[in-house]
């Protein structure tokens, strides 16, 4: 069983930056995709960013593109989510996810997911 932890999560003012960080306990063959979501209260939850392994190939919700950027250190078995700009609606509970290729950006097919950390921008 794959575990994976968030850090990173706090309380920031509208325009400041959070790093999030997702701990994976181990590399598994099926998992080359690691994702971060977000749910706000009362609401869906909503897919953030993207990575492949070792293409890379990030990719990102139109909500969120060009203010975050998601990177991944394979060495330290870690992902990363930099939030730039951050704004009173990125406020959510952000969750670390891994799951094979065929994932599907409504989170289906991403078999191990983090407790989530939560992310609170003030206005």
């Known amino acids: 069983q794959v575990q994976l932890i968030e850090s990173g999560g706090g309380v920031v003012q509208a325009g400041g930056s959070l790093r999030l960080s997702c701990l994976a306990s181990r590399r598994t063959f099926s998992s080359i995709v690691m994702a971060w979501f977000r749910q706000a209260p009362g609401k869906e939850r909503e897919f953030v960013a993207r990575?492949?392994?070792?293409?890379?190939?990030?990719s990102y919700s139109d909500s969120v593109k060009g203010r975050f950027t998601i990177s991944s250190d394979n060495a330290k078995n870690t992902v990363y989510l930099q939030m730039n700009s951050l704004r009173p609606e990125d406020t959510a509970v952000y969750y670390c996810?891994?799951?094979?290729?065929?994932?599907?950006?409504?989170?289906?097919?991403?078999?191990?997911w983090g407790q989530g950390t939560q992310v609170t921008v003030s206005s």
């Open positions: 990575i492949t392994g070792g293409t890379s190939d990030p």
């Open positions: 996810a891994a799951g094979p290729i065929v994932s599907r950006l409504d989170g289906v097919g991403f078999e191990h």
